[in-house]
């Protein structure tokens, strides 16, 4: 790829879709951020996917067909050789293989390539922001799932194409059901949508909250991160005990992991973890000291710095 080449980055989330157009030097000339469609399927993601990064090049002030290539970073099944998406449960109707990078080639021929979602935010992590000095470590985003993202020797490790589902190492035998339909999951402890399930449900059981009460006066149609954070500053019991209940499954999740890896670092990203920032990654450092092996030299934890860009520029160094 040319010196002078711009990239596109675009980080599809469950929630949010991010994108960016960067130059050589990872530095970003333009974004954008649209609404994740939470209706129909594949086709509506993606046009949503094409329009949020015509945006972004507009930002930048460039034509969309000038990109030399296009990375994305999605949550799911990826097969990077076959150019297709699967499994993508936070995505409205995605189960089977979907071409995206073949649909996003022929929109702005350009090459595409795919990576999950959280291990490209990691990678990025890892050669631009928070884990710059470290050769191994362990990304946990914190947002509306539970995601993860291992690098290794200094090189990310995908194993056969799912390793990092931090989210899905089971902390409760038979507990909480997980989205994923498996029983006691970090995720099911502590992913957003998960804890959203779990306040409503005692607010049916009579439980008092401002959680919906803030959802209604910030005009909002679910619990954001803000909304858990307003929360929280408010005193409310209910969010404090589900936060207190999902730092405890993180922290037990986490350190099992580390038991196996042992990595330098662990950097805490996601719209939960970057709100509630660093007072909160100590926490969850404190929750993983009673399961650590070796209590007495834990990885460094850090917060990610790249914050919402992150997973979009790491998108963008899979085309660099």
């Known amino acids: 790829m040319a010196e002078d080449a711009l990239r596109g980055g675009i980080d599809l989330g469950g929630t949010k879709i991010q994108a960016i157009v960067a130059d050589s030097n990872n530095q970003v000339l333009g974004q954008a951020r649209r609404?994740?469609?939470?209706?129909?399927?594949?086709?509506?993601?993606?046009?949503?996917?094409?329009?949020?990064?015509?945006?972004?090049?507009?930002?930048?002030?460039?034509?969309?067909?000038?990109?030399?290539?296009?990375?994305?970073?999605?949550?799911?099944?990826?097969?990077?050789?076959?150019?297709?998406?699967?499994?993508?449960?936070?995505?409205?109707?995605?189960?089977?293989?979907?071409?995206?990078?073949?649909?996003?080639?022929?929109?702005?021929?350009?090459?595409?390539?795919?990576?999950n979602d959280v291990s490209v935010a990691t990678d990025a992590e890892f050669h631009l922001g928070a884990a710059r000095e470290f050769s191994s470590l362990l990304g946990v985003f914190w947002g509306t799932g539970v995601g993860g993202g291992i690098?290794?020797?200094?090189?990310?490790?995908?194993?056969?194409?799912?390793?990092?589902e931090i989210g899905h190492i089971p902390v409760r035998h038979h507990g909480l059901p997980c989205p994923c339909g498996r029983h006691g999951c970090v995720e099911a402890y502590a992913g957003r949508r998960a804890m959203e399930a779990r306040a409503r449900e005692a607010v049916d059981d009579g439980a008092k909250t401002v959680l919906f009460k803030i959802m209604e006066e910030k005009g909002r149609d679910r619990l954001t991160s803000g909304i858990w954070e307003r929360a929280i500053e408010r005193g409310d019991e209910l969010a404090e005990k589900l936060i207190d209940d999902a730092i405890d499954a993180i922290g037990t999740g986490v350190a099992s992991a580390c038991n196996v890896l042992d990595p330098e670092a662990i950097i805490i990203g996601g719209g939960l973890g970057v709100r509630f920032g660093e007072p909160y990654a100590r926490r969850i450092s404190d929750a993983m000291m009673p399961h650590l092996f070796h209590d007495d030299d834990p990885p460094v934890i850090r917060v990610a710095e790249l914050g919402d860009l992150g997973g979009a520029l790491g998108a963008a160094l899979l085309v660099a």
Request: proline residues 9%; negative net charge.
């Open 35 to 115: 609404p994740t469609p939470q209706k129909g399927g594949p086709p509506d993601v993606v046009a949503a996917m094409v329009e949020a990064l015509e945006e972004a090049a507009e930002a930048a002030g460039v034509a969309p067909d000038t990109l030399e290539g296009i990375g994305v970073g999605a949550p799911g099944g990826i097969d990077d050789d076959a150019g297709t998406l699967a499994r993508a449960g936070n995505l409205p109707g995605w189960r089977d293989p979907y071409p995206l990078a073949h649909e996003l080639g022929d929109r702005f021929g350009a090459v595409v390539r795919l990576g």
């Open 151 to 164: 690098v290794l020797d200094g090189r990310q490790w995908s194993g056969r194409g799912t390793a990092g």
